[in-house]
């Protein structure tokens, strides 16, 4: 793989017919390294957020994957030998139960209703070693995306289930996922309340919790808290549960482990107005800037000599022929730009390159390598507020929150 040392050196040099993905590796090293000194447990790489990035935090000291199929499984066994697993997806195939527990070692798995829970012990052959978790339900009213509603359980279900599953456990945890992108500290809170209330209620005595993943990222209208702020509350709030002295807390981040690992370069097809027509869109890189409508971090790569000081406001159109191939933003960039200028579209590292589709033909991409660093960061230790690299990105309206461990 080319590396270049920002994605405006790489656009000198290649002028690139297709959108480019800029990876940061660096970046995800930086994130995971203080994950994994951070967290007060065991911390879960959530996978489906960037595979690529499955050797970089495997290296910076992340070696426990969650994973959600076969596919992924047999991804991380192959670059990440001897890692830990979790098969944390709580409807699985048999043939996939059967492969992880045979093949690939796997003990972990999640389950949310009964007939999971069998599902697993016929397929492992009623296994004396197994680690099950129960995926509960909780609120997701402070996530930016909803998870809530395809999985988990509740109520007088929920403690039958874990007593059920107590019975057969060699280890018993609970699960949740608050959501995506959460934006208050308080998700956390409420969601640990509850399953508080359900240990009570069902009496067992639980192994493990795993408050899943939902750490935030950095964008331009979306700054949230102190990432360690959301730390203390969950180590703060578990110290506080009614589990025994040896039960594990584990985290599952993604989205905030990879975000800031990679951008998106684009070209500009066509002007009308305050709207630019891209060669990448929501069917492409950029679902999360249609729906939810995420305005990312973007910029102009041009020569500093050359660069406009006035900025407006911008929309997008991908390249499609689909009218919902649209992120509205609104997207802060110079006012003089126009077909053939170049855009860096930052924030990309998570889900990005797994939601691309082939819709119209437009399939084609590429992958480099930059040294630069990421527009918005909330891992920057050498400022109390990260502002961004370029003041032309986004205008350079944004002021964020401090760095991990930062204080104001």
Known sequence: MHEFISAYAMVCATRPEQPVYCLRPHA????????????????LFAVKTNPCFVATVAAAGIRHFDVASLAEIELVHGRVPGARMSFMHPVKSRLAIRRAYFDFGIRDFSLDCAAELRKILEETGNAPDLNL????????????????????????????????TRQVARKLGICFHAGSQIMRTDAYVEAMDQVAVLIRRSGVIIDCLDVGGGFPSIYPDLAPPPLIDY????????????????????????????????????????????????????????????????????????????????????SFYGPTCDSMDYMPGPFLLPADV???????????????????????????????NVLDEPALSLYRSNQARPSTVNPMINGGALESGPAPGDTQ
């Open 28 to 43: 995800v090293t930086t994130a995971a390294r203080w994950f994994s000194g951070t967290f007060p447990g065991r911390v």
């Open 133 to 164: 978790f129960v995926r509960v339900a909780v609120s997701n009213r402070h996530s930016c995306l909803q998870l809530a509603g395809k999985f988990g359980i509740t109520g007088k279900p929920a403690a039958d289930l874990l007593l059920q």
């Open 338 to 368: 126009d077909e053939g200028d170049y855009l860096e579209i930052g924030g990309l590292g998570a889900y990005s390159m797994q939601f691309r589709t082939g819709f119209n033909g437009f399939a084609s991409y590429s992958v480099t």
């Open 231 to 314: 730390v203390n509350t969950i180590n703060e709030r578990f110290q506080q549960m009614p589990v025994s002295e040896t039960c594990e807390l584990w985290c599952e981040p993604g989205r905030a482990l990879v975000a800031e690992g990679a951008s998106l370069v684009v070209r500009v097809e066509m002007r009308k107005d305050q709207t630019l027509y891209l060669n990448d869109g929501t069917y492409g890189g950029l679902f999360d800037a249609g729906q939810p409508g995420f305005v990312y971090p973007v910029q102009k790569l041009q020569s500093p000599v050359n660069a406009s000081q006035d900025s407006r406001e911008f």
